[in-house]
Structure formats: C-alpha cells, structure tokens
C-alpha cells in the first residue's frame, strides 16, 4: 500500500481512504499547501486520484483555490451550490435569473483581484437604467457574492460598498391597483357570464383576499362548507425548469384559516357540481376531498400565469379598467378597511408577518377616507 494513501473508519464503522499529498509552501504567507482527500470507498480508487493530483503537482499544474485567477462567475458557481441550500426553490430561480440576466452578463468576466469600484459604478448606472424598480435588487446580490469571496479569502475588499446608488424617482402615479366596491361587482357579475370557473377564482381572491398561489394550491379538503371556513396552508411556486411544486406558506403568519361568507361558499358548491361535471366529459373523475378546486383540464395545477391571462380576457371583452390579479388582494383590503375593519384584524386575515405591510397598504388605498374624515371632524365640530 501506498504510504501516503491511509485506511480509517467513519463513525458509522465504514471503511474509507484518504491522502495527503506536500505541494510546497504559500509564497505570500510562508504556509504549507497541502492537497487533503478522503471519503474514498477502495484503495484503488484513492490511488487513482491520488496519482492524478501527484501528476499535477510535478507538473507544477496544481493551484490551490486562493491562489487561482478566479473570476466573478467563477465565485458565483461556487456561492451558487451553498445558496441553493439555504432558500426557497422559487426564490432560488428569481435569484439565478438576477446573476444569469444582469450580474454576471455585466461583472462575471472580471477577475476577482481587478474588480474595481468604478466597474461597479457602471454596471450600477446600467442596471438603474433598465431596471429602475429592483436594481437595488441587483446590487444587493452582488455585494452578498462579494462578500462570500472575502469570507473564503479570495477577495480583500468589497467595491460594491463604494459605490454611489443613484436617487430612486419617487412614484408620483396614483396607486389604482384595487377596485371599488361599484367596480368589483360589475367585474364579477361580467366575470359570472363569461366563464364560472374564472368568476370563482376572482371572487375567492377579492372576499378572501388569499394570494394568488394559496388560491390555486387549495384542495376542496381545505374547504369546510359545514363551518363556512377556508384553511390556507400551502401556496403553489415556480421552481427550476418552471416546475409547479406545492411550498409552506410565505410566513408562519400566511397559515391561517378564513371564515367566508354564505354566498361566497354556495357559489363554491356550484363551482364544485360544475367541476365534476367538466371533468367526466374529460374522462376524470374528480369526486375526491384530494382534487384540486382550480385544476387544469388534466387535473393538474394550473400555471401561475394564467389567472392574469383570464383577468384580461375579461376586462377586454367587457371594456373594464384593468387591475393586476394581486390587485384582487389589495381590493379585499380595501374594503375591509372601507367597512370599518381593525388593522390588526386586517392583517391577521391577509396574513401579513407584520403591521407595516399591511398599512402600506392602507395608505395607498385610503386617501379617499382621508377627505371623509375631514368632513367628519367639521360636521362633528359644527354639531
């Protein structure tokens, strides 16, 4: 046996190999570099590595990491394997659509070691550019990149930190992305007409004020027709390779259960009866507690992007003013707050983690409460 190549034993009472190979000394810390492997199953298998990296070291082919010429993809790959680890499949592919369409188009050629403050400043002024909105977004994940090359010690510093954030516009547009009590009833009474399945899903986001992911991830086991009560405890993502997948809820707050209105659950007994009927013409039998109340026509999920395709079918056919399908949450609010609903209760039934999205809401959609209140004082001033 090769004495560099050593038998030991896992806790588990496995036998395994390893090797330490000497490269030579660290010219810049006087430290030795030595190249460590284990976790090998046989000797042979050790050896082969063993001889390969022997072959590199003779060579003078071998660099240990720090001493590589990395460039920032090349940092990125490695960060990548540990990110991947530590967030949800959704956001993960949100983040890698950052890196892969700005960060590393802009930045990922560049040598770690010559990465300067003003590359950075530039790929900053083009991101704000093209992306006003969520470039900070951009400069966040750069920097948290940057970072983790100076945690493994192959960068010194972080240019990111240097640079100049050009000033964000202040959005002077009017918020209009919810409906009127006036509005909503006539797009769900145009809605009704049109298409019962579509009807019932806005009618479920804008009285439940359930996201749009909660919607279609429910399952009629989820709903209690006896209680009048709808359990929200998973959301419908989009993963890598745009795979549904069923995830826990955004906050621990979103597992919540919501007490619905009378005519809200008759409509969903309807939809229910028609559901069935649809799918045995399809060949599917969808008597089940386990089917899915917004299935496609095979029973599966149905995509996160069609909602907002039936939502402008609707407003096209009708000529009604257009709101994004999170705006159905952000009128289910509204009105809570119009009908005189506590903040706090509000919240719990949007399932806010906290108060401070919930009266970001409520500014937005309130200004027209403000002029009441106005009246109210002088009216009660005036008495």
Not at 119 to 133: D, G, R, T
Not at 180 to 203: I, P, V, W
Not at 226 to 234: A, L, M, P, S, V
Not at 303 to 309: A, E, G, H, I
């Amino acid at each position: 046996m090769n004495n560099d190549i050593k038998e030991y034993t896992t806790p588990s009472g496995e036998k395994r190999y390893k090797f330490l190979i000497y490269v030579g000394k660290d010219e810049t810390t006087g430290r030795t570099i030595q190249v460590k492997k284990q976790g090998f199953k046989t000797e042979k298998q050790a050896l082969e590595c063993y001889l390969n990296y022997k072959l590199k070291v003779v060579k003078g082919e071998y660099v240990p990491v720090t001493q590589r010429k990395m460039r920032l993809r090349d940092l990125y790959d490695m960060w990548e394997k540990l990110y991947k680890k530590t967030v949800q499949e959704s956001t993960f592919v949100s983040t890698k659509k950052i890196f892969d369409n700005h960060i590393l188009e802009d930045l990922g050629n560049i040598y770690l070691n010559k990465l300067t403050v003003s590359q950075c400043q530039n790929a900053v002024e083009k991101w704000y550019s093209i992306a006003p909105k969520t470039f900070k977004r951009f400069v966040f994940y750069t920097s948290k990149l940057i970072n983790y090359g100076i945690t493994m010690e192959l960068m010194k510093k972080n240019p990111m930190k240097k640079v100049i954030l050009p000033k964000v516009e202040r959005d002077t547009k009017k918020f209009d992305n919810f409906y009127s009590k006036e509005e909503l009833n006539t797009f769900l009474n145009d809605a009704k007409g049109y298409n019962f399945r579509y009807f019932m899903f806005f009618r479920l986001l804008a009285y439940s004020g359930m996201r749009k992911g909660e919607c279609l991830a429910l399952k009629w086991s989820d709903i209690d027709f006896k209680n009048n009560t709808i359990d929200i405890n998973k959301s419908l993502a989009s993963g890598e390779n745009n795979r549904l997948y069923l995830s826990p809820c955004k906050t621990s707050n979103s597992v919540r259960t919501l007490d619905m209105d009378t005519e809200t659950m008759h409509y969903l007994k309807e939809w229910r009866t028609k559901q069935q009927k649809e799918m045995l013409k399809l060949g599917l039998n969808f008597l089940s507690n386990d089917n899915l109340v917004f299935a496609n026509s095979e029973g599966n999920y149905t995509v996160l992007s069609k909602p907002q395709r039936w939502d402008n079918a609707i407003c096209k056919k009708f000529g009604l003013r257009h709101i994004k399908v999170h705006g159905f949450r952000h009128t289910h609010a509204s009105l809570l707050f119009d009908a005189g609903v506590s903040m706090k209760d509000v919240k719990e039934r949007l399932g806010h983690s906290d108060i401070t999205t919930t009266m970001n809401i409520y500014t937005h959609v309130t200004k027209k409460k403000a002029k009441e209140t106005a009246i109210d004082f002088a009216n009660y001033m005036e008495s």
